[in-house]
């Protein structure tokens, strides 16, 4: 569950810093919109040098205190409601000024941004403040005589766009946020159904893999050890957490072909003749047999059918060699080889420390994978697979 919530947290943080990277990027591109067309009413003489000069720092500070924030805190969730008022100061400032009177439009750029966060609450909030932005400076400009009934058409126009852009992108976002919240509750009812049916998975695959164990009374907890084994090895080796549990039902499932072979030959006392050797090496073709249609678990039939192969060539049932042989079939040899060895067997008792570790060592490049094998030799050096309770 831990590991469920870290990758959740993962999730949330990533969806937030992709968002103010995108927000920072589109206001940066807006600013440098505005400064270009200021610049070239300032060639044109259409502003003063003095108003090109007020208009840039108070365009770019704002910019340039929300880079240096998501610098220091790209994933911050807070950061889009300081956006938000720093853009409005530059709109202010023009609105202020009225060196235009298609000055709302510049609203319009702001209200794409914020359609990124599907967020109701700071739309209705920029658009209120819009709109009264807006209706203040009608108000003060009919006051000053600059504006009556003959000249109120770009006035009536500003304040209808103003309510239809952000009434829209209000109640539209209201549904996103509607539509995204259900589809969220399906996926977490589908995830934990999920996560049961996985459970349940795991459990069946324990059970059938104490079933094959119990037909030797010498291999009793073989699957599971073997199991650990694998899954110590290829968290070591960097697979995903998804790879990791495959890698886990797979090794529980390894030695599934022994149901075929007889208990007499399994629990002789004794090494085995060369027929009855015969037969026992075909559990592993008898094993691809019994799961070759279950496609749930990817690479489980190659594995299974696969785990004796030796990297060099001389193993079975195909006497496959090196990178032919796949890969989770090599990560399973090796604690298939380690539990035999740290196990007492019928023909023989388990290997001392020293010689589990000189096997291990004297197989690299020819029973087993060298990097898989020296990964493992690692393992047990660090102590993370424990072999101290052997005899010396």
């Known amino acids: 569950m831990n590991q469920k919530n870290s990758i959740q947290d993962e999730t949330a943080r990533l969806h937030f810093k992709t968002i103010n990277r995108d927000m920072i990027i589109g206001w940066m591109i807006i600013v440098v919109a505005l400064l270009a067309t200021y610049t070239v009413e300032f060639i044109k003489d259409g502003i003063t040098l003095t108003y090109l000069l007020a208009i ?55 209200l794409s941004l914020l359609t990124l966060y599907h967020h109701p609450k700071l739309i209705l909030c920029t658009g209120i403040a819009a709109l009264l932005i807006n209706i203040v400076s009608i108000i003060v400009r009919y006051n000053s005589g600059l504006l009556d009934i003959t000249n109120s058409k770009d006035a009536e126009i500003q304040i209808a766009l103003i309510l239809l852009c952000f009434g829209g992108c209000y109640f539209a976002s ?16 589908v995830d934990e159904k999920n996560e049961r049916i996985q459970a349940l998975s795991l459990q069946t695959l324990t059970t059938m893999a104490n079933m094959i164990d119990a037909k030797d009374s010498y291999t009793e907890g073989h699957s599971r050890r073997v199991s650990t084994y694998a899954v110590q090895l290829a968290e070591a080796m960097g697979f995903s957490p998804e790879e990791v549990e495959n890698i886990r039902k797979i090794a529980l499932l390894h030695d599934i072909g022994k149901i075929g072979v007889p208990d007499g030959i399994l629990n002789k006392p004794g090494r085995l003749t060369d027929e009855e050797f015969n037969i026992m090496k075909g559990h592993s073709s ?58 007492d067997r019928v023909y023989r008792t388990r290997l001392s420390n020293d010689q589990v570790l000189s096997e ?29 309770d052997l005899p010396s």
């Open 174 to 189: 209201r549904l996103y946020d509607s539509i995204t919240k259900k589809n969220y509750e399906y996926l977490k009812t």
């Open 56 to 110: 840039v720092p108070i365009a770019v500070i704002p910019l340039l205190i929300a880079v240096i924030i998501y610098c220091k805190k790209p994933d911050w969730q807070r950061l889009c409601y300081y956006i938000v008022p720093g853009y409005f100061v530059m709109y202010l400032f023009v609105m202020i000024t009225g060196k235009t009177s298609m000055v709302f439009t510049y609203i319009l750029p702001m």
């Open 360 to 388: 291990l060592e004297k197989g690299s490049g020819s029973q087993f994978d060298p990097d898989i094998s020296h990964k493992m030799l690692d393992l047990i050096h660090e102590g993370t697979i424990k072999v101290s």
């Open 286 to 343: 008898i094993g691809g047999d019994i799961i070759k249609n279950i496609k749930t678990v990817p690479g489980l039939h190659d594995s299974v059918l696969y785990h004796h192969e030796r990297y060099d060539g001389k193993g079975y049932p195909a006497g496959l060699k090196g990178e032919d042989i796949p890969y989770i079939a090599r990560i399973i040899a090796v604690a298939d080889a380690f539990d035999a060895m740290t196990s």
